[in-house]
């Protein structure tokens, strides 16, 4: 594969993982396996300025916004911190600030760096009047129904209180650690995918359309920065900093957390470090380091900002937790695409909080990287993840005589059948996609998963009971299901049969672009399967497109082209076609879908701001991509014009004004378009 073509794929996979992590809370990947694919893309990008795109993944730090809240442009940024890893580094900050302030003396707020998701809550005359997420900085999701059922959150001051008439207070949203245990045990239960961690539980509950499952599921907020106006911030005491702007928001009835606390010294901050690296375990919520904040405002401004973070803070970070322990035996798992996972299982040790006895070890490649042995003493790391992993053998054992070298497994665990590694690929897999059982039950699930079709009714333990009493073999057989089939198996009772066949009925609705993505093909994620199923309408010239023709398509590269031709090359997969089509599941796009295309926007590029009432933010992306226009973020010279909601962004306004750029509403906009 060319490296143009490997730029191509790699924004695919992130954009997908991106999707995976922000919006749905369900990383596929650790967070280290994607730092790596971006570090890569970067590299690349570097290498190949004439491949610019102002989409790439690479041009964002990701998004938490999403399609069903309404967004509002923050009044000032919300900035990130600067991040360091060592008390080296923190020294250097110290430093940098002392010079900064020319020789001045100092005071640093200690803070802990609680690992949720920041909030931006607006107060009126003393009452919650809004509640945004950090989204992409600049704007966020107005969340503000969900955050009314934080209970810690105050929704009304007490009045008499010296608060300012208006003010926005920033701060942390939590699952504390028992609520996520709870919920994650009741979604197993449910047979629910887990969430790998509090933050992530938190921000995917944060995004929840109903409020009372927000309600439930029990978040808590954590207050750390108080935004007032330059009038409020006259009045008060010429010595007030950070520290005494929290207490206040304290005596507000905010949650202010009690660690917070003023130091005049290096020391006094590592000290601060020390004790919080080992504390933390106690506490309620997750913390994955600690903040350094200039105390005083007027030191705070003299710093100033940089483009990403302010001058006058910085983070610290925890140092994911490590054990020693013996590695007793390397199992092995089959996942959906057949990919067989290496797991180290190892004798029982204590980490971060909880007894750690599985850990992954990725791909055949590092295991061969630790030339590892049955018997060694291994490093076992937990981060911000749920799943361990091995990071190395402790060199502490060296010279010991050892067990047997860890070789992979050459058959498939489930099926024998000989396994395979594709050229340049770390991982993996059994061929044998039609007939290993986890492979296939492994595609029943992924084809009702929620973003596929959407069989919600059916949960990985339906999946497992149907296929072992040799109900379904395959997706087509679902549809060929009755309820007494189900009803009775493993318990379940006649209602709830009723409703699974009520889902699998319904999901003959579900648009084709959502049946590609529900195949499985390998390597094909939503976007490039809603990418195909408009380039090609329907499943019988997507069969018969060449690898050419599909590499022709933006974002398709050489592999991905590669396994849709053998995806539609296997006969099994041309017989199963045609028992989808004939149970009536969509094959092609919708005339609906295919009638509203046009080029009525060809050539025209549009800046999309503030809040709409006839389609959401995500709509209009789609409705001027379908009438051949470009939607981008910020506004220049280039701009055609700017589709305009109530709310603008009054930086956003000025500058459409100033290069002249014609703002629209989205009346008029609509009315452009071929009705
Ligand atoms: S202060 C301008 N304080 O860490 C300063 N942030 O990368 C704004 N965070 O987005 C942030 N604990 O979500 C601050 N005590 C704390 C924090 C904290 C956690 C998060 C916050 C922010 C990110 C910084």
């Known amino acids: 594969m060319s ?39 970067i590299r690349l990008e570097a290498a190949h300025p004439e491949m610019a795109d102002a989409n790439s993944p690479t041009q964002r730090v990701g998004s938490d916004l999403s399609n069903d809240f309404p967004t509002f442009e923050h009044q ?98 939590l699952m504390p650690w028992t609520s996520f245990e709870g919920l994650n045990a009741e979604r197993e239960r449910r047979e629910e995918p887990l969430f790998a961690n509090p933050r992530n539980a938190a921000s995917g509950t944060l995004k929840s359309k109903t409020t009372a499952v927000v309600a439930q599921r029990r978040l808590d907020a954590y207050l750390y920065y108080l935004l007032l106006g330059e009038e409020d911030l006259g009045a008060l005491p010429s010595d007030t900093g950070h520290y005494e702007l929290m207490q206040r928001a304290r005596n507000w009835g905010f949650r202010v957390s009690d660690a917070m606390c003023k130091v005049s010294s290096l020391q006094e901050v590592f000290d601060f470090i020390d004790h919080w690296d080992e504390a933390r375990h106690s506490l309620p919520v997750a913390t994955d380091g600690i903040v350094l904040k200039v105390n005083s405002l007027r030191q705070q401004r003299a710093l100033g900002m940089t483009a990403k973070s302010p001058r006058w803070a910085i983070a610290y970070k925890f140092k994911a937790e490590q054990q020693s322990t013996v590695l007793r035996e390397v199992t092995y798992q089959v996942g959906r695409t057949g990919v067989v996972t290496p797991v180290a299982n190892m004798d029982p040790v204590q980490l971060a909080g909880t007894v750690v006895r ?23 790391e937990k981060g911000g993840e749920i799943i361990p992993k091995i990071v190395g053998v402790d060199s502490a054992y060296d010279g010991l005589p050892r067990g047997p070298r860890v070789e992979f497994i050459t058959h498939c665990p489930e099926c024998g059948t000989p396994l395979v590694q594709a050229d340049g690929e770390a991982m993996i897999y059994c061929p044998n996609e039609n007939h290993c059982p986890p492979q296939i039950k492994g595609r029943i699930e992924h084809f009702v998963s929620r973003r596929a079709m959407g069989i919600d009714s059916i949960g990985p333990e339906t999946v497992d009971d149907l296929y072992r009493a040799g109900l379904v073999r395959d997706v087509a057989d ?43 093909i390998r390597l094909v994620g939503e976007t490039a399967a809603r990418t195909l199923a408009r380039q090609f309408g329907n499943i019988d010239a997507l069969a018969a497109a060449s690898a050419d023709d599909l590499m022709r398509v933006d974002g398709i590269g050489e592999r991905m082209a590669q396994s849709i031709r053998s995806w539609f090359a296997d006969a099994d997969n041309a017989f199963l076609i045609e028992r989808l089509r004939s149970q009536g599941l969509q094959m092609q796009i919708s005339a609906a879908d295919d009638a509203a295309r046009s080029d009525t926007l060809a050539g025209k590029t549009i800046v999309i701001s503030g809040v709409f009432e006839r389609h959401s933010r995500d709509e209009y992306k789609r409705i001027i991509e379908q009438h051949g226009g470009t939607n981008t973020g910020s506004i220049s ?29 989205e009346n008029r906009f609509l009315e452009m378009l071929p009705s």
């Open 3 to 41: 490296e143009s073509e490997r730029i191509l794929e790699l924004r695919n996979q992130l954009h997908e993982h991106n999707y995976h992590y922000y919006i749905e809370n369900q990383p596929l990947i650790s967070d280290q396996e994607f730092d790596q694919l971006m570090a890569e893309l």
């Open 76 to 173: 000032r940024p919300m900035l990130s911190l600067a991040n360091t890893y060592s008390k080296d580094e923190v020294a250097e900050f110290y430093e940098r600030v002392r010079q900064g302030l020319g020789g001045e003396e100092f005071e640093l707020c200690c803070e802990l760096k609680f690992d949720g998701l920041s909030i931006s809550l607006h107060y009126e005359d003393g009452q919650l009047v809004r509640a945004v997420t950090r989204g992409d900085g600049v704007k966020g999701d107005v969340v503000t129904p969900n955050v009314r059922t934080i209970r810690s959150i105050p929704l009304k001051l007490d009045v008499g209180g010296d608060w300012p008439k208006q003010f926005e207070i920033r701060g942390e949203v």
């Open 358 to 380: 599985r850990a992954t070890l990725h791909n055949a490649d590092f295991i061969r990287q630790l030339d590892l042995h049955t018997g060694d003493h291994v490093l076992v």
């Open 478 to 520: 679902l549809y060929q299901l009755t309820p007494d089939q189900i009803n009775g198996r493993d318990g379940t009772r006649e209602r709830s049969a009723q409703r699974t066949i009520a889902g699998i009925n319904a999901s003959r609705q579900v648009p084709f672009e959502r049946v590609l993505f529900a195949l499985g």
């Open 637 to 665: 010279k280039k701009t055609s014009f700017v589709l305009a909601g109530a709310n603008m962004g009054p930086a956003k306004l000025e500058k459409a004004r100033k290069l002249g750029v014609e703002i629209i509403d």
